[in-house]
């Protein structure tokens, strides 16, 4: 009954989500007001300080806090009067952290994420070497917070005319969010192409969407509403999309208001809902999404963008990339790596807390993932490599690693190798001998391809965003 209840929320939800794109609206990025709201980029409306949407047009004023926010200064590394400062695109609510602080409340786990509290921090430092993920460092700046994002302006466009970058590889990995982003970079969009002629519309794509996540189904209905001819590009199915998607659960931090309805709250519900809910949206707007075709490049020639993939290349004046932020992971190429309760990053350590985990790999992401899965309480993590000893891990990782294994937190096997896995256990090659392990879930860090490079290849800058403030505690989660 609680699973076809969350299903029916994920429904009215994301119901309410498709509805909201029969309302058209113009919007740019955010700026600050002279009372210190933010000015709405779309209508110019003042939005007063607190609140959640321009009061002219709607438009949810969290959507741009990324896009307004100032590039970070240079120099981090400062002596003296120091305070930490988190990098929101890094942390993992490991609390590795908040354990080693002498100052009481200088930093505390707030929706899964670090934040500091300035008054209280005294720049010891102690958070910066306790981190496993490297995502705290110390400086005499104004930033609390700090996040590497593509550089985007109004509508969530790059510096490259045409180029649209949303949802998670933006900066940002919550759904609504994401669902607006990509709403709002496809209004641009096809505000462009009704002011063409029909003879440039002609031959080529108006709009690619990369990804078929939240962000790009949402610029996908966008672009089937209005009209446009348009292609939804996605690397695997959709099937992948969700089994990817590096959370635990899917939530939603506030209540949600839907008509007929009032305030429906979403909570502990799982990936697997959240994909029984895009194929309903599929199935009934006959939204088309092509599946199997992997992004290799995307480039630039004249007006036309063109986006490769393994199967040949297509053409269109305008693309939107709706990717993951963590690329494409490299798999392990063994039966039962497709489950559940395979992940292939992981952003919510304490998930996994009093969970049996198996984590994957020798490098530095795969050490650091179980260093912060062995602060969880009654976590038992196993670690996998296929290599006789660690060879290229940076050196704090390797006395973290080294330490947990001699105090029996981190059990380590080295020249051992993932054969198959099951629901509830994995089966090992140890020094050539087989071994079930039995396992919760299993954590597969073995590389991939970033797609920062991807982007860096079609002239899109990376940039340091600082954050001055934490916005609401929602940022942590769905």
């Known amino acids: 009954m609680e699973t076809w209840i969350t299903l029916?929320?994920?429904?009215?939800?994301?119901?309410?989500?498709?509805?909201?794109?029969?309302?058209?609206?113009r919007r740019g990025a955010a700026t600050r007001g002279a009372t210190g709201?933010?000015?709405?980029?779309g209508c110019g409306a003042a939005c007063p300080v607190g609140a959640e949407r321009c009061p002219s047009c709607g438009v949810p004023v969290q959507v741009y806090e990324i896009v307004g926010a100032p590039v970070a200064s240079n120099g981090e590394a400062v002596a003296g009067a120091a305070h930490a400062v988190v990098r929101t695109d890094s942390?993992?609510?490991?609390?590795?952290?908040?354990?080693?602080?002498?100052?009481?409340?200088?930093?505390?786990?707030?929706?899964?994420?670090?934040?500091?509290?300035?008054?209280?921090?005294?720049?010891?430092?102690?958070?910066?070497?306790?981190?496993?993920?490297?995502?705290?460092?110390?400086?005499?700046?104004a930033a609390v917070q700090r996040v590497e994002v593509p550089a985007v302006g109004a509508h969530f466009e790059s510096g490259m005319r045409g180029l649209f970058i949303v949802g998670e590889l933006g900066g940002r990995g919550l759904i609504k969010n994401a669902v607006n982003e990509?709403?709002?970079?496809?209004?641009?969009?096809?505000?462009?192409?009704?002011?063409?002629?029909?003879?440039?519309?002609?031959?080529?794509?108006?709009?690619?969407?990369?990804?078929?996540?939240?962000?790009?189904l949402s610029a996908g209905l966008e672009a089937h509403r209005a009209g446009l001819r348009y292609l939804i590009l996605e690397r695997g199915d959709?099937?992948?999309?969700?089994?990817?998607?590096?959370?635990?659960?899917?939530?939603?931090?506030?209540?949600?208001?839907?008509?007929m309805y009032g305030e429906l709250w979403v909570a502990d519900a799982s990936k697997e809902s959240l994909l029984q809910v895009w194929q309903t949206i599929i199935e009934r707007t006959g939204l088309?999404?092509?599946?199997?075709?992997?992004?290799?490049?995307?480039?630039?020639?004249?007006?036309?963008?063109?986006?490769?993939?393994?199967?040949?290349?297509?053409?269109?004046?305008?693309?939107v990339l709706a990717l993951g932020?963590?690329?494409?992971?490299?798999?392990?190429?063994?039966?039962?790596?497709?489950?559940?309760?395979?992940?292939y990053d992981i952003v919510e350590m304490e998930a996994f807390r009093g969970s049996r985990v198996l984590v994957v790999g020798g490098g530095d992401s795969a050490i650091e993932s179980a260093v912060g899965l062995a602060h969880q309480p009654g976590t038992k993590v196993t670690l996998s490599y296929r290599g006789e000893a660690f060879a290229r891990i940076k050196e704090r990782n390797r006395e973290k690693i080294d330490a947990l294994r001699a105090a029996g937190r981190v059990e380590v096997l080295l020249q051992s190798q993932v054969r198959e896995i099951r629901p509830d256990e994995a089966t090992l090659v140890v020094g050539g001998a087989a071994r079930a392990l039995p396992v919760d879930y299993v954590v597969v860090r073995i590389g991939g391809e970033a797609p920062y490079e991807l982007l860096r290849r079609a002239g899109?800058?990376?940039?340091t965003k600082e954050l001055a403030a934490p916005g609401s505690t929602e940022r942590a989660v769905a």
């Open 37 to 41: 709201g933010v000015r709405c980029g």
């Open 8 to 25: 029916l929320g994920f429904a009215l939800v994301t119901a309410v989500s498709v509805a909201w794109h029969l309302r058209p609206s």
């Open 238 to 259: 959709l099937s992948d999309t969700i089994r990817r998607y590096p959370r635990h659960k899917i939530l939603m931090a506030e209540p949600v208001k839907v008509p």
């Open 91 to 141: 942390c993992v609510g490991c609390g590795a952290c908040v354990g080693v602080c002498p100052e009481p409340g200088a930093i505390r786990l707030e929706g899964k994420l670090a934040v500091v509290n300035r008054d209280l921090c005294r720049g010891h430092g102690e958070c910066v070497r306790a981190c496993p993920v490297g995502g705290i460092f110390l400086s005499t700046g």
């Open 182 to 216: 990509g709403r709002v970079a496809m209004e641009e969009v096809a505000r462009r192409i009704a002011a063409t002629g029909p003879e440039a519309r002609r031959e080529v794509y108006d709009v690619i969407v990369v990804g078929s996540g939240p962000a790009g």
């Open 288 to 319: 088309r999404v092509t599946t199997g075709h992997e992004v290799t490049d995307v480039s630039r020639s004249g007006d036309l963008y063109h986006v490769r993939t393994g199967k040949g290349v297509c053409a269109a004046r305008n693309v």
């Open 460 to 463: 899109v800058s990376i940039v």
């Open 325 to 343: 932020r963590r690329g494409t992971p490299r798999r392990l190429g063994v039966p039962g790596e497709s489950l559940p309760h395979v992940f």
